[in-house]
């Protein structure tokens, strides 16, 4: 601001002495015009270097504050004991992270709405020199929605509905476009949805202009848990009749619970989905296939679990002892030695079954429970959960896909299903997660395998959310502003992370112990980690968990600016490391 730089120009010409004063005074009279130029030059860099002094030490002062969470009263207390040695920097924390004062708030009947915008995040993103080498201008942007509501306090009902986008084919985080704090879902949903519904139907419609160049806006997906489903379409509950929004099945009550026998329904198109609909819903896009089936809640946190429930505290029919518990209990303990860092979470005991996370539930389910079930669980149930096993490992990889197909993980599904309500389970087995099973392949078919539509970047996103509300009042505008302050500062780092031209990093060069030859360490330097995209590898004697790779050729080199990298055999680097 205008105080800031008056400030920062005195301070600066208190650093030049009188004689340079003096002689820039008489500039003017000089008759010597290249010396005056000169001096001109020399006042100039002087206070370009002050200014990039002021703007080094501020910004990394601001992105330290922002990363590490530390409130607006400490970062001013640390402004002012800085001040008698960096007189440049502001003195209070609002001034210094660039925070927002205003933050324009819509009432609604069950709380508070705060409407961020839906074009703000995608002009911060293309606006980064990195983005071109992404998207061009004739490409579309395909961006995927997340609505969903966490609680907030354990106290209050207080809870947050946030409407995220994420771009699916350009490398970022999510965004937050609104959104509603109150203590139950936002009503009248219509309120809350029609500043978003404007706004996208304009961009559908016209495409995003950012300095000239048009970007055409595609909808990629809303991606959603049942419930969040339910409530955006104005459609019944999970729990009740007719639930299903893929298909007419209207399902039948079996001991308390509505259960779906038919997997050959008619299947529900946008068509038919609109008759049933107001004019309120003026969306341009297919209201069936835009909300696919989410296979973190569906699959993971509903199925897995179900299942692993069974096992445990289920009939006597197919609950495991006490004893056969805690052997697989064990066997996951034993395997946490060898899950590599690209995994979230480690396995966990079944004692602790009520605690694990969605990631855990994967995890059991793609890799380790073919390993701790083996000669536990009956041969029966236990080449039934193959078949779950197998179907979700073809659906969540391209690869198998294209190897296996998708009709044969939809055959693989239906036999599991079928096994489950008529020979193992029984029908109380077929509720709302398991007939969901019969229409994820169709997804499948429209957007690929199953990360591409699962709300796991969402779910990650929400807990950082959360985070930045630091007291229980005024709590959007919280949001809003150290919203703000994150996009100002640490864009680079939060929504562009994986920008990187190099194909791999490497760290901690090995410097100590038997090394190679002198000639041959000059042109092969080794290093104890090596890091690529998506995968980290580091030696066996560092860190074992992530030592191990299975390679098609014997070798691989890897070729770099600085250094050039060999992966050498595991015999010889256990003889030298």
Not at 289 to 310: A, E, W
Not at 446 to 457: A, C, K, N, R, T
Request: with cysteine; aromatic share 12%.
């Amino acid at each position: 601001n205008e105080h800031n730089l008056e400030k920062v120009i005195t301070y600066s010409a208190l650093q030049y002495d009188n004689n340079f004063i003096d002689a820039v005074s008489n500039c003017n009279e000089s008759s010597n015009s290249f010396s005056c130029t000169d001096i001109n030059s020399d006042v100039s860099s002087s206070q370009n270097s002050l200014f990039d002094k002021q703007n080094s030490l501020g910004n990394e002062l601001a992105k330290w504050a922002i990363e590490r969470h530390i409130s607006h009263l400490a970062l001013t207390d640390l402004l002012h004991i800085l001040s008698p040695y960096h007189p440049e920097l502001p003195l209070h924390s609002r001034t210094l992270l660039r925070t927002v004062t205003t933050t324009e708030i819509y009432q609604l009947e069950t709380g508070e709405l705060c409407y961020l915008g839906l074009t703000s995040a995608l002009k911060n993103l293309l606006s980064q020199r990195s983005s071109q080498e992404y998207v061009k201008p004739d490409e579309a942007l395909k961006i995927c929605f997340n609505i969903d509501g966490i609680p907030l306090f354990k106290s209050n009902k207080l809870q947050l509905w946030p409407i995220l986008e994420l771009i699916k084919n350009f490398p970022s985080v999510p965004f937050v476009v609104s959104v509603f704090c109150g203590t139950s879902k936002p009503k009248p949903l219509n309120i809350f949805l029609e500043n978003f519904i404007n706004k996208l139907n304009v961009l559908l419609r016209n495409g995003f202009n950012l300095d000239g160049n048009i970007f055409k806006i595609e909808v990629h997906s809303f991606v959603c848990d049942a419930p969040a489903r339910a409530f955006l379409k104005c459609t019944k509950l999970h729990l009740g009749h007719s639930s299903c929004d893929k298909c007419t099945e209207p399902g039948k009550y079996y001991k308390n619970k509505v259960v779906f026998m038919n997997e050959t329904a008619q299947k529900r198109t946008d068509k038919s989905f609109r008759k049933q609909l107001d004019d309120t819903f003026k969306f341009a896009i297919d209201l069936i296939q835009s909300f696919p089936t989410d296979y973190k809640h569906n699959i993971c946190l509903g199925v897995m679990k179900l299942l692993l429930r069974l096992w445990i505290a289920g009939s006597l029919r197919f609950k495991l002892t006490n004893n056969q518990v805690q052997i697989v209990s064990q066997r996951l303990i034993n395997l946490q030695q060898f899950i590599p860092l690209e995994f979230s979470r480690k396995p966990r005991s079944l004692n602790k079954f009520s605690y694990w996370k969605a990631t855990e539930f994967r995890t059991f389910l793609i890799y380790v429970g073919v390993l701790v079930l083996k000669n536990i669980l009956p041969k029966a149930f236990y080449k039934n959960f193959l078949l779950l096993h197998v179907a979700i490992s073809i659906l969540i990889l391209n690869k198998h896909i294209n190897n296996f197909g998708i009709p044969f993980a939809q055959k693989c599904l239906l036999i599991f299903i079928n096994h489950c309500k008529n020979e193992l389970y029984g029908p109380e087995f077929a509720v709302y997660n398991i007939h969901l099973l019969t229409h994820i392949c169709d997804d499948v078919e429209i957007y690929g395998p199953l990360d591409e539509f699962s709300s796991f970047p969402f779910k990650s996103y929400l807990g950082h959310l959360k985070k930045l509300i630091r007291s229980p009042t005024n709590l959007l505008q919280q949001i809003h502003r150290r919203l703000h302050e994150i996009d100002s500062f640490l864009l680079n780092k939060h929504n562009l992370k994986n920008f990187n031209r190099n194909p791999y990093f490497l760290d901690m060069e090995h410097k100590n112990g038997p090394l190679l030859n002198h000639n041959t360490c000059e042109s092969y330097k080794q290093y104890k980690k090596i890091t690529f995209t998506n995968v980290q590898f580091s030696i066996n004697q560092y860190n074992k968990t992530n030592s191990y790779c299975m390679l098609k050729d014997d070798t691989k080199v890897v070729e770099g600016e600085v250094s050039i990298f060999e992966i050498l055999p595991v015999g010889f680097l256990s003889t030298i490391m």
